[in-house]
């Protein structure tokens, strides 16, 4: 089966999961937000390849439909065991937030599912710029508007200039991996200081992707990072065991 028969028959047949990686203060090492990310149950097909076609094909809407009210449901049942809650972040991709019906759909849900809006938050990245770009930013703003959060992914791997920092309603910059790949080496680490330093005064949260050692996280601390996500502290965690973070994070 090709990819996009896979995608329809997980969307017929309630086929995708969602894992829960936790995304922790680099000062208390507590878990501050969970980062949702999608799966297809018994199957090796990685979101890393089949999210583009979804995007390319408009599946994503559907998709990314699914993955929000299931946000909603997991909060749901947490909250009705009165566990202490912590954000959920929603990857979102630059196809739905122009989907007219998203802002409807999320006002919905929160009343639906009684949860409080500062417990979602979503993930877009700066590929939403690159068409409908003031009807876009018009779109997010409305959303925001409900009191959620706004995280800028992956950045340090797009092309576009810098000035859309100072215009976009984000509250938090996502550094991708590979920057701290490229610059966390012993000479090259006034880079990443010196854009933490420049995200700080533009009054954004860090959060650094992928972290994967110890070294990494000591130096990614000393330069002052908000916020870690990485194999170091946790790999994504299915519902249950991300409950039992929520349970012993007090
Ligand atoms: O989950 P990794 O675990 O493999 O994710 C690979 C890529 O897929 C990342 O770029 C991530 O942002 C994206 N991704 C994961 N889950 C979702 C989702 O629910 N929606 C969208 N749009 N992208 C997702
Ligand atoms: O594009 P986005 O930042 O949403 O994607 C997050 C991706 O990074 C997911 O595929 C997730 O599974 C993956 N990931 C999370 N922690 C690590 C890590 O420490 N190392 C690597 N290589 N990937 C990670
Ligand atoms: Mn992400
Ligand atoms: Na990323």
Redesign the pocket.
Same mark, same amino acid.
């Given at each position: 089966m090709n990819v996009i028969s896979i995608l329809r028959k997980s969307i017929e047949e309630d086929q995708f999961k969602? =894992?829960y990686?936790p995304i922790y203060d680099s000062v208390s090492k507590k878990a501050s937000s969970f980062e @949702? =990310?999608?799966?297809i149950k018994d199957s090796s097909l990685?979101?890393?390849v089949f999210?583009d076609i @979804?995007?390319e094909t408009g599946l994503?809407v559907p998709?990314?439909r699914w993955?929000l009210q299931e946000v909603f449901k997991q909060l749901q049942f947490w909250q009705d065991r009165n566990f202490d809650l912590i954000p959920v972040a929603?990857?979102?991709?630059p196809r739905?937030i122009r989907d007219d019906n998203l802002f409807d759909f999320i006002k919905f849900l929160l009343e639906e599912y009684e949860i409080c809006p500062s417990l979602i938050e979503l993930?877009i990245t700066e590929n939403m710029l690159l068409e409908d770009k003031d009807d876009n930013l018009k779109k997010l703003n409305k959303i925001k508007s409900l009191g959620i959060c706004i995280s800028l992914?992956?950045f340090g791997t797009g092309y576009s200039s810098l000035s859309y920092l100072s215009y976009m309603p984000i509250d938090k910059i996502k550094l991708d991996k590979s920057i701290k790949d490229k610059f966390l080496d012993r000479k090259d680490t006034e880079v990443i200081k010196s854009l933490i330093s420049m995200f700080h005064g533009l009054n954004l949260k860090v959060v650094a992707e992928g972290v994967e050692t110890e070294e990494e996280y000591i130096q990614l601390l000393s330069h002052s990072t908000d916020y870690i996500q990485g194999y170091l502290f946790s790999k994504?965690l299915n519902p249950e065991d991300a409950a039992l973070i929520l349970k012993t994070n007090q």
């Amino acid at each position: 089966m090709n990819v996009i028969s896979i995608l329809r028959k997980s969307i017929e047949e309630d086929q995708f999961k969602l =894992l829960y990686q936790p995304i922790y203060d680099s000062v208390s090492k507590k878990a501050s937000s969970f980062e @949702a =990310l999608i799966r297809i149950k018994d199957s090796s097909l990685s979101p890393g390849v089949f999210i583009d076609i @979804a995007e390319e094909t408009g599946l994503i809407v559907p998709i990314g439909r699914w993955v929000l009210q299931e946000v909603f449901k997991q909060l749901q049942f947490w909250q009705d065991r009165n566990f202490d809650l912590i954000p959920v972040a929603i990857n979102i991709s630059p196809r739905q937030i122009r989907d007219d019906n998203l802002f409807d759909f999320i006002k919905f849900l929160l009343e639906e599912y009684e949860i409080c809006p500062s417990l979602i938050e979503l993930e877009i990245t700066e590929n939403m710029l690159l068409e409908d770009k003031d009807d876009n930013l018009k779109k997010l703003n409305k959303i925001k508007s409900l009191g959620i959060c706004i995280s800028l992914d992956d950045f340090g791997t797009g092309y576009s200039s810098l000035s859309y920092l100072s215009y976009m309603p984000i509250d938090k910059i996502k550094l991708d991996k590979s920057i701290k790949d490229k610059f966390l080496d012993r000479k090259d680490t006034e880079v990443i200081k010196s854009l933490i330093s420049m995200f700080h005064g533009l009054n954004l949260k860090v959060v650094a992707e992928g972290v994967e050692t110890e070294e990494e996280y000591i130096q990614l601390l000393s330069h002052s990072t908000d916020y870690i996500q990485g194999y170091l502290f946790s790999k994504p965690l299915n519902p249950e065991d991300a409950a039992l973070i929520l349970k012993t994070n007090q």
